[in-house]
């Protein structure tokens, strides 16, 4: 593995070694040769490989992706670090996610940070806010909402606008969307589970405590797993988990969610055609969704009995009670 030559003739093989030697111009020029990912993949720095390899040469905030990427303080990038700290911290306070704290640097807070990014050329912008605004004149941008579902403000008026400016977005609630209030489902959640306002956790089917007796890593741990790190503990209108926090399922703000050793599937109330349960001497009870593309969620082959018992056959959360629960819930929901 070759070694990068900064200033004053220092030649560094770590990532600890560059910050302490840092030469801007020298980085730039190894950059553009290709020669600077090479030493980063070679080192498996792989975060620090993933965001150079997304700068473009051309770039007119070329410096300040490269300080930013590399986690260094640059003489004209103090302000644009110290935000990126700021965001990072920001993260880390409400998941464990290490995906999303790594995109810290193009995930936008506030509007400002959305602003910032937009003029820095960023093409994948994380945004992590209730509401954001979004300009249609920029092409080529895709948006990802995370940690909850923002509401975007845009000057289009369908998919097809935005399609024409090559603009996408995921988890995120365009205008001409509707989204459910979640306080009503919440009402919905309790009218048919039945738990008193509270998110239970079972062990042989029984209830022995509830969700916000968890602590605070355990909550995000058993958020992340069943839905993918997408739902804020405030956007789940019911939650039910094992007492190993192994497998659990979720009615969300838009989705129903499972994970865990039950299959992690996120699928959206808008998307679901129907819901069935029953019961058959090889799978025993089992639910059924059908999308409105005609494609069956559950079980994923009414043919494999094996994949049907891995789905909800032998798994200690889903009972009889809650297929027919959950049944009258996503009738509803699917409504919204």
Known sequence: MFK????????????EELHDNFDLEAIVEYFKRGELLTWLEDRFYDDEADAISEIDAKDRNLTAKLCAALNVECDDNLEFIKRVREKKNYLIERTDDETIIDNAVSTAINQEDLAELIQMDYKTIYLCGEQFNVPIRIAGVKYIGILGTPKIKIRAKSQEELD???ISFENVQLPWQKAAP???LKALAEKIFQTGGKFPIVKDGNQVSTFDQLDKVEKSAALRMICKGKYAEHQIAFLQLTEDLSSGFAMTVDSFCTGGSIRSNLIPYKKIKNVSYGY????????????VDNEVCFPADYNDENACKNLFGESTIFRES???RIEKFLKIAKNF
């Open 280 to 291: 058959s001497g090889s799978l025993g009870y089992h639910l059924g969704i059908s999308l």
């Open 182 to 184: 979640i306080e009503e």
């Open 322 to 324: 809650n297929y027919t």
């Open 4 to 15: 990068l030559k900064l200033k004053d003739g220092a030649e560094v093989s770590t990532l």
């Open 164 to 166: 024409a400016k090559q």
